[in-house]
C-alpha cells in the first residue's frame, strides 16, 4: 500500500516580470481568472485531492499573499448583517484551517529545485504534492486528483504530462520513455528544457508527486539548464538510483497562465465555463469574431 499523499508544495517566490506592471504591487499568484485568484485554483485542485498541509514557499513582496488566507472577519459579519448568505459561503469555502498552512522564504531565486528544497524540513518520510500555480488545469476529475489516484496503483514519482509539438519542448521538462503503457508511461529519463533532441513530445506540467528521496536529491544542490536547481534534475536522479519515475497523460485542458496569451485564454475558458456567465459572453465573443472577419 503506498502512502497517501497530504502535503502539497506550492513555489510561489517567482517576480512575476512577464506581468509587469500588475505585479509591481500585487503577486501573480492574486491575478484573477474572472472571479478567482490563481492560488484559489491551486488550492481547490489540491483540496479535492485530499491535500491537508499546504506549504508555500514565498519572498519578499508576498504579503498580500498571505493575506488572502486569512479569515476575513469584518467582511463575514458585514455579509451577514446584510443577509447576505451566498457571498458568505463562496468566503466560508475559501478559508483554510488555522495551521493547515505554512510559509517558508526563498531568500534568493535559484530555480524550481531550490524552491522545492526550501520546503525540506516540512517535509518527512512521505511522498508529497507540487503544485506550480501558473498551470491551471481544467479537469474533471481535477488533474492532481487523478495523479493521486494513479500513485496510489504505482508508487515512485509522478509528474502530469501532456504531448506538445517537438519544437516547443525547449520550453518543458520532457521524459524520456521507457515504457507506453497508455494514460501511463514510465520514464528513463527527465530532460529540463532540451535545447536540441528533446527524448519524446511529451512535456511535463506543473503538478508532481514526488517520493521523498527527491529532497535527497535536492541536497545535493546541482546546477541544471539556465545555471539554476533544476526540479527536472533531481527527479531524473532517481531514475538513475534505480527508483521508478511515471508520466500521467492526465485527462483536461491545461493554461499556461505564465504567459499572457495563456492567462487570456484561460480566462475566456473559465469564462465560458460559468453558468452565469457563459450566453452573454459567448455571444460576445461570436461577435467580435464576426466583426474581425468582416474587416478583413
Ligand atoms: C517549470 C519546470 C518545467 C515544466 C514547467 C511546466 O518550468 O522547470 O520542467 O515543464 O514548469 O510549466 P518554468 O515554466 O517554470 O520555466
Request: charge should be negative.
Amino acid at each position: 500500500m503506498n502512502r497517501k499523499v497530504t502535503k502539497a508544495i506550492f513555489p510561489v517566490a517567482g517576480l512575476g516580470t512577464r506581468f509587469l506592471p500588475a505585479t509591481k504591487s500585487i503577486p501573480k499568484e492574486i491575478m484573477t481568472l474572472v472571479d478567482r485568484p490563481l492560488i484559489q485554483y491551486a488550492i481547490d485542485e489540491a483540496r479535492a485531492a485530499g491535500i491537508k498541509e499546504f506549504i508555500f514557499v514565498t519572498s519578499r513582496g508576498k504579503g498580500a499573499l498571505e493575506d488572502y488566507f486569512d479569515h476575513a472577519h469584518e467582511l463575514e459579519n458585514t455579509l451577514r448583517k446584510a443577509g447576505k448568505d451566498d457571498l458568505l459561503e463562496l468566503l466560508r469555502q475559501t478559508n483554510m484551517e488555522s495551521g493547515a498552512i505554512a510559509y517558508i522564504r526563498q531568500h534568493k531565486a535559484m530555480g524550481l529545485g531550490h524552491a522545492v528544497w526550501c520546503a525540506r524540513r516540512l517535509i518527512h518520510d512521505e511522498p508529497f504534492a507540487v503544485v506550480l500555480t501558473d498551470d491551471v488545469v481544467m479537469g474533471e476529475p481535477p488533474c492532481l486528483q487523478q495523479m493521486i489516484e494513479a500513485h496510489a496503483e504505482t508508487g515512485g514519482s509522478m509528474v502530469a504530462t501532456m504531448e506538445v509539438p517537438l519544437e516547443k519542448t525547449k520550453s518543458y521538462g520532457v521524459l524520456d520513455v521507457a515504457e507506453d503503457m497508455g494514460a501511463i508511461v514510465r520514464a528513463k529519463g527527465m530532460v529540463e528544457k532540451p535545447k536540441e533532441n528533446p527524448p519524446s513530445n511529451l512535456a511535463v506540467i506543473g503538478r508532481y508527486i514526488l517520493a521523498p528521496t527527491v529532497m535527497e536529491n535536492l541536497n545535493k544542490l546541482k546546477q541544471g539548464a539556465g545555471g539554476e536547481i533544476q526540479l527536472t534534475d533531481a527527479i531524473a536522479d532517481e531514475i538513475e538510483e534505480g527508483r521508478d519515475v511515471y508520466g500521467l497523460r492526465f485527462r483536461g485542458q491545461r493554461y499556461d497562465c505564465g504567459s499572457k496569451a495563456g492567462f487570456l485564454q484561460a480566462t475566456v475558458a473559465f469564462g465560458l465555463a460559468r453558468d452565469e456567465l457563459k450566453d452573454e459572453f459567448a455571444e460576445y465573443l461570436h461577435d467580435v469574431m464576426a466583426m474581425r472577419k468582416a474587416a478583413e
